[in-house]
């Protein structure tokens, strides 16, 4: 079983930045391919970031590409998303997810655990 608690949300203006934070529990982490999605009211979920846990390149999400960035810290059981430039139309609740165990792939996926979210709201 794996646990994840995100963190980092918050009250922002246009413009501005925040770094979301996931801890995971568990001892599988260095091995699990983790994902940022994000949801807002009305919307269908959104496939943010993906980061695996082997060398490559993330995923990002056109709406995002050169405005944030996904990295892990395996030494802290942590996944990151830095977002700068933030737009109105980023606010949502923001989800991290942990992949299976030994899953490589940032493409599309079923994961296995989900945090409660965070809410990000950029004001305009």
């Known amino acids: 079983q794996v646990q994840l608690v995100e963190s980092g949300g918050g009250l922002v203006q246009a413009g501005g930045s925040l770094r979301l934070s996931c801890a995971a529990s568990?001892?599988?982490?260095?091995?699990?391919?983790m994902g940022w999605f994000r949801q807002s009211p009305g919307k269908e979920r959104e496939r943010v970031a993906v980061i695996s846990w082997t060398p490559g390149s993330p995923y990002y999400a056109d709406s995002v590409k050169g405005r944030f960035t996904i990295s892990r810290e395996n030494a802290k059981n942590t996944v990151y998303l830095q977002m700068n430039s933030l737009k109105p139309e980023d606010t949502a609740v923001y989800y991290c997810a942990a992949g299976p165990t030994g899953w490589a792939s940032v493409g599309t996926g079923t994961y296995d655990y989900w945090g409660q979210g965070t809410q990000v709201t950029v004001s305009s």
């Open positions: 568990g001892r599988t982490f260095s091995r699990r391919t």
